[in-house]
C-alpha cells in the first residue's frame, strides 16, 4: 500500500480561486516533505522543501505567496495555489523521505492533476 | 545547484533488445543517482539506485553503472519487454540534510515493439 497519500487526485477549479492538495505520510514521521511540479510530457521539477514547523524553502523562479505550503504536523504538508490560473493547470506531486523499513528511503505521493478553467 | 542532462529523448527498440540512457551531473557533491519508471498520470516508481560508492548495480535485468571522475551514470536494460515501455528519468542528489531533494533528468520516452 502507498506510503505516502496525495489528496485530492485530480481538481478542476475556476481561474482565481485556489485550490488545496494534500500529502500525508502514513506510518512514518517526515520532518521534511518535497513538492514537485510536472507539466504534461516535461519532467518533475522541484518547487519547494516543505520543513515541519518552519517556512518552506522555495526553488529559484517559484513564487512562495502564490504556492502556499504548510507543514504542521509531522505526517502532513499541503500545498495551496492560490489565485489559480489556466497556466497553473499541471501534475503536482510530493515526496517524503522516510526509513519506514531501514534504511533513507524517499517516498512519493500518486500525484494530483490540477486543472484551472 | 544541481544539473542533470538526460539522453536520448526517446528511444525505440525491438523486443529483446537491450536499451541504454545515459545522465551527466554537475554537482560533485551529489552521492545518490535513482531511477524511476513513470506511467502516464502516475507516480515514478524507483526501478534502480545507485550510491557514488560503488560503480555498478544490477537487479535481475535492470543495470547502472556509475562513473564518478566523468559525472555520468547510465541506465542499462537487457531484454527489453513490451511493458518496458513508459517514461524513464534520472536523478541526482546531493545526500546528507538535502537527501530526497532530487534534480530529475529530461526523461527518456522508451518504446520496446513487439
Known amino acids: 500500500g502507498a506510503v505516502v497519500s496525495q489528496h485530492p487526485s485530480r481538481v478542476i477549479c475556476k481561474s482565481g480561486t485556489s485550490v488545496k492538495i494534500e500529502c500525508r505520510s502514513l506510518d512514518f514521521q517526515a520532518t521534511t516533505m518535497f513538492w514537485y511540479r510536472q507539466f504534461p510530457k516535461q519532467s518533475l521539477m522541484l518547487m519547494a522543501t516543505?520543513?515541519?514547523?518552519?517556512?518552506?524553502?522555495?526553488e529559484q523562479g517559484v513564487e512562495k505567496d502564490k504556492f502556499l505550503i504548510n507543514h504542521a504536523s509531522l505526517t502532513l504538508s499541503t500545498l495551496t495555489v492560490t489565485s489559480a490560473h489556466p497556466e497553473d493547470s499541471s501534475f503536482y506531486i510530493c515526496?517524503?523521505?522516510?526509513?519506514?523499513?531501514?534504511?533513507?528511503?524517499?517516498?512519493f505521493g500518486e500525484g494530483s492533476w490540477l486543472t484551472v478553467v | 545547484g544541481e544539473n542533470v542532462e538526460q539522453h536520448p529523448s526517446t528511444l525505440s527498440v525491438q523486443e529483446g533488445d537491450s536499451a541504454v540512457i545515459k545522465c551527466t551531473y554537475s554537482?560533485?557533491?551529489?552521492?545518490?543517482f535513482p531511477w524511476y519508471k513513470q506511467e502516464l498520470g502516475k507516480r515514478p516508481q524507483l526501478i534502480i539506485d545507485?550510491?557514488?560508492?560503488?560503480g555498478e548495480k544490477k537487479d535481475q535485468r535492470i543495470a547502472v553503472t556509475l562513473n564518478k571522475t566523468a559525472k555520468h551514470f547510465s541506465l542499462h536494460i537487457t531484454e527489453t519487454q513490451p511493458e518496458d515501455s513508459a517514461v524513464y528519468f534520472c536523478?541526482?542528489?546531493?545526500?546528507?540534510?538535502?537527501?530526497?531533494?532530487?534534480?530529475f533528468g529530461q526523461g527518456t520516452i522508451l518504446t520496446v515493439h513487439p
Open positions: 536523478a541526482g542528489n546531493a545526500g546528507g540534510t538535502s537527501y530526497g531533494k532530487l534534480t
Open positions: 516543505s520543513n515541519e514547523g518552519s517556512k518552506a524553502t522555495y
Open positions: 545507485i550510491r557514488s560508492n560503488v
Open positions: 554537482d560533485s557533491a551529489s552521492n545518490y
Open positions: 515526496s517524503a523521505r522516510g526509513s519506514l523499513f531501514g534504511g533513507n528511503t524517499i517516498y
